[in-house]
């Protein structure tokens, strides 16, 4: 009879992952409009943490310990780039109730599913925050302020509270004229990216792709620094895309002259499975706003309408639409009859089309030509 496994295979103390060191449970700060929106902690070595009750949302989790670890300054943190002035780990099945790490993902009959995400700036940057952040870390959590004014005053800074409020109602002017003030809104907006709720996701890329084409105006490199951070969040095959890829189409449709030269970036991203049906939809966008820079690439999105994933099938009809690519034709009359449906975002609302009814739009389009 086999024997039970050892006891450190089914828990463990949580500790840095950058010097081994045991930390302290996360912890909710003074609510203000730019503190943690997560439970946070640091390290003695310097590293900070924020917890990702899920383990499904590490893209918000990494914006909150980066921001965190630089004291909440947005303007510094913008300007970090990864390895050279931060390095980032991630420590999955974190148990908040026990303080715990879970191996197997599972404890007295419950998943555990959090994750801490670390970020530890170099020793330079350490010097400069560490202390802040120490205090800010001894101050006690307050219940956050409620009552916020739903629109937006000059001179004021846009809180996460207010944005969220917008891109729920899709508030479009509100986010614009506060994207003219302040910069910090394309990370704000990249936390909504991964909502629960895929028409706030949807929604919040598409106002990240105007406010960037507004802020582009006066500073291109920190949209340029935005673009890389997002397609480079790709690389991390265990976590979800949510709506990332949808951003950066928008982004690099409303500003395609400035960002035509990502593309590159994009097209490998075609080769994995489980990102097909995201890039597809993000180079329709970029299609729609330049066919020129696609067209090339029409009998590659031809051999995705006998895809098996109705998404995939979908999406590489609307490029092929706004392409205008007549050589698709016979292709495009065989899915006449597909009922297959999926969900199309436009203009703030989620609407549901069939891949059939999608390829005779694309065919009468084609007509008219």
């Not at 590490?58 to 947005?74: K, R, Y």
């Not at 495009?332 to 999608?358: F, H, M, P, T």
Request: net charge neutral; glycine share 8%.
């Amino acid at each position: 009879m086999r024997g039970r496994p050892p006891l450190k295979d089914y828990i463990q103390i949580p500790r840095c992952p950058f010097c081994g060191m045991n930390i302290e449970r996360p912890q909710e700060v003074v609510a203000t409009a730019n503190s943690p929106g997560v439970p946070v902690g640091s390290c003695t070595c310097g590293a900070v943490y924020a917890f990702d009750v899920s383990g499904r949302n590490l893209g918000s989790a990494f914006i909150e310990a980066l921001v965190f670890a630089c004291n909440m300054d947005w303007d510094m943190a913008w300007g970090l780039l990864p390895d050279k002035d931060y390095r980032e780990e991630i420590v999955k099945n974190y148990d908040p109730q026990n303080h715990l790490i879970i191996p197997g993902g599972f404890f007295e009959g419950r998943k555990i599913a959090g994750a801490l995400y670390f970020i530890r700036l170099n020793r330079d940057m350490l010097e400069v925050t560490r202390r802040s952040v120490t205090k800010l870390l001894d101050r006690p959590a307050i219940s956050h302020v409620s009552g916020e004014k739903a629109d937006f005053n000059e001179g004021k800074k846009v809180s996460k509270k207010e944005l969220e409020a917008w891109v729920k109602e899709y508030r479009v002017e509100s986010v614009l004229r506060a994207a003219r003030q302040d910069h910090k809104i394309l990370w704000l907006l990249r936390r909504l990216l991964c909502a629960g709720d895929p028409l706030i996701r949807m929604r919040a890329a598409d106002l990240m792709g105007k406010a960037a084409k507004i802020i582009v105006l006066a500073n291109p490199g920190i949209v340029s620094e935005l673009l890389k951070a997002l397609i480079n969040s790709l690389a991390d095959t265990g976590a979800s895309s949510w709506a990332t890829l949808d951003a950066v189409g928008e982004i690099m449709g409303n500003s395609i002259d400035t960002f035509s030269g990502y593309l590159p970036a994009l097209l490998p991203l075609l080769h994995e499975d489980h990102l097909q049906a995201d890039v597809l939809r993000a180079l329709h966008r970029i299609a729609a706003a330049n066919p020129e820079l696609l067209r090339k690439f029409s009998s590659l999105f031809i051999s995705f309408l006998g895809d098996s994933n109705p998404e995939v099938r979908g999406y590489a009809v609307l490029i092929l639409g706004a392409l205008g690519e007549t050589g698709a034709r016979t292709e495009l009359e065989s899915l006449r009859g597909d009922n297959s449906e999926i969900a199309l975002y436009e203009s703030g609302r989620l609407i549901k089309k069939s891949v059939g009814r999608l390829a005779e739009e694309a065919l009468r389009d084609m007509n008219q030509l």
